[in-house]
């Protein structure tokens, strides 16, 4: 069974950074592009970054573009997202999900998010 | 930036009625388009793919049609546990890969 776990979410000060952390089971991670999608409260998603399959390709959203960094770890089945100079409008449940292939952006599965909050 | 609009932004059906939700880009994204559903309180799920495929395990009676810049999804007869909201997502041209704003299935 395909399970995708988020953690690292919580509340953060404008500013601030966090780590987020994406553990992924039941399927070759290797093998697939991952990507980070947000859901502010009440609002629509929004993709936030993805990585190609071994970590040598990534891209993001212009409104995240050099404040945060998509990583992962192959050997330990990981997706990471380093977020920095948080700011207000950062705050959203992040979820990680799984890209169908590099050519087709759409996710087969996701994980049950994790909730940033940036608030003073 | 492709932008995707569905309409309506709320559909008010019946259980056991029919439902169809729009959804326009505003440049041809071929039928690379997917639905998923989303639950309060849970992630999305993918119910459709390239426009008219249904994924693994979707009920038979959720389909998508269209291609280029006009599609909808159907649900043919509303179960309880359909009433959700529906996203719209292109795929065509990337990055971003643009959802919708969503439509709200309630409870009629």
């Known amino acids: 069974e395909v399970q995708l776990v988020e953690s690292g979410g919580g509340l953060v000060q404008p500013g601030g950074s966090l780590r987020l952390s994406c553990a992924a089971s039941?399927?070759?991670?290797?093998?697939?592009?991952m990507h980070w999608v947000r859901q502010a409260p009440g609002k629509g998603l929004v993709w936030v970054s993805r990585?190609?399959?071994?970590?040598?390709?990534?891209s993001y959203a212009d409104s995240v573009k050099g404040r945060f960094t998509i990583s992962r770890d192959n050997a330990k089945n990981t997706l990471y997202l380093q977020m920095n100079s948080l700011r207000a409008e950062d705050t959203a449940v992040y979820y990680c999900?799984?890209?169908?292939?590099?050519?087709?952006?759409?996710?087969?599965?996701w994980g049950q998010g994790t909730l940033v909050t940036v608030s003073s | 930036e492709i932008v995707m609009t569905q309409s309506p932004a709320t559909l008010s059906v019946s259980p056991g009625e029919r439902a169809t939700l729009s959804c326009r880009a505003s440049?041809?994204?071929?039928?690379?388009l997917a639905w998923y559903q989303q639950k309060p309180g849970q992630a999305p799920r993918l119910l459709i793919y390239?426009?008219?495929t249904r994924a693994t395990g979707i009920p038979a009676r959720f389909s998508g049609s269209g291609s280029g810049t006009e599609f909808t999804l159907t649900i043919s007869s509303l179960q309880s546990e359909d009433f959700a909201v529906y996203y719209c997502?292109?795929?065509?041209?990337?990055?971003?890969?643009?959802f919708g704003q969503g439509t709200k299935v309630e409870i009629k």
């Open positions: 990585i190609n399959s071994d970590g040598s390709s990534t």
């Open positions: 440049q041809s994204v071929s039928s690379n």
């Open positions: 390239g426009a008219s």
């Open positions: 997502q292109q795929y065509n041209n990337w990055p971003p890969a643009t």
């Open positions: 999900a799984r890209g169908r292939s590099s050519s087709s952006w759409y996710y087969d599965y």
């Open positions: 039941g399927f070759t991670f290797s093998s697939y592009w």
